[in-house]
């Protein structure tokens, strides 16, 4: 038997552009049409007009937090020409929450960006950070009487990675050049949301908040044991999952450590260049190794690892994602289960863990991948849009309601 402390935060997360439908005004809209994406996100899982009914189901699922996310575009569809609408909106959202008993996890920016800013160069522009700043503060003074938990910004390295390196979503760029300004733009705008977040509160003389970014480590091991790859290791490592998280704790700008944690990355650096050292990998086909649906490799241990690693900050931690999109709903109990145990184990090591946040509450739009990949706690049928919990979150229901995992 396993135990979890009595005020543990347990929940799922969801974000704005993968659950509501008709983000019209957003960028990641205007590209799917644009390039003909083969899946578009349309009505995605009708949760703009639902959510009173997720979230009582997430309450009934034993759950005491969720995590989710404001949409930029929604609020503020024009530059300057912020929707007192969709204000009020966030704020019937946030307040169905807290009269469930749900604490509310709220994000600011999750992978998309109004349109309008996108045309003016996005995060490549240095004024995003302003225009990030103004929304910031509007959205911050209309829900700081409810919130406690703010993340600023959704996987800064993953948005870099695929919008600026890899150049698979929009703006499609390819370029080591703009991902660098792109990722100073991103860590100024946090660390300005974080000094507006805690100016407002302390104005208002309301409780501290906290206030992190949702930051996705990923576990690197090399293919081998060559000095290349070693230093490939050496270099992800403090690329995508340290170098940010150390920034921001020298700025003073983290009251908690996010993390997001899928997977790891078996390394396997073709030559001695950036790109190669960066990017190549090698597909774990060793029998057993368990995967999800997109082909992920399935590897508690190293979220187990990276916890202890990340104690020397001496940081609080929370787990804001973690979560398998499958078929086989056995196999997502099992990745909850050994994931769970990993997390109890290091808490076991003194580190400070303040919640587990499975993603996702339901099945989404995942972005280019389409419908196709279930990551819910709760089955969505696109036909109808009924929701139907799984197996899966009926286990995880008994950990969130005793904070006990029991023996099997
Ligand atoms: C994370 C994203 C989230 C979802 C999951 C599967 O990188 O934050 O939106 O797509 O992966």
Known sequence: M?????????GAATSAYQVEGNNIHSDWWEW???????EVSGEACRHYQLYKQDFTQAKELGHNAHRLSIEWSRVEPREGDFLDTEMEHYLDVVLCLKGLGLEPIVTLHHFTNPWWLAKLGGWQ??????????????????LCEHVRFWVTINEPLVYIYFSYILGDW????????WAKIVFDNLVKAHVGAYRIIHRIYAEKKNNRPLVSLAQNLQAFAGWNNSLRNKCAVYLRNAFFNFNIIEKLKRSKALDFIGINYYTRMLVDAKKWNLRSLLLDKKED??????????????????????????KRFKIPLMILENGICTENDNLRWDFIRQHLKKINLAMGKDVNILGYIYWSLLDNYEWDKGFSPRFGLIELDYKTYARRPRESAKKFAEVCKTGVLADE
């Open 2 to 10: 396993i135990k979890f402390p009595q005020n543990f935060l347990w």
């Open 32 to 38: 799917e049409r644009r390039i003909g994406l083969k």
């Open 125 to 142: 522009n240095k004024e995003a950070v302003a225009y990030f700043l103004r929304y910031t503060e509007k959205i911050v003074a209309r």
């Open 170 to 177: 929009p703006p499609q760029k390819k370029s080591f050049f």
């Open 285 to 310: 086909d060793a029998p057993g190794m368990k995967k999800n649906s997109l082909g992920w490799d399935i590897y508690p241990q190293g979220l187990y690892d990276l916890l202890l690693s990340l």
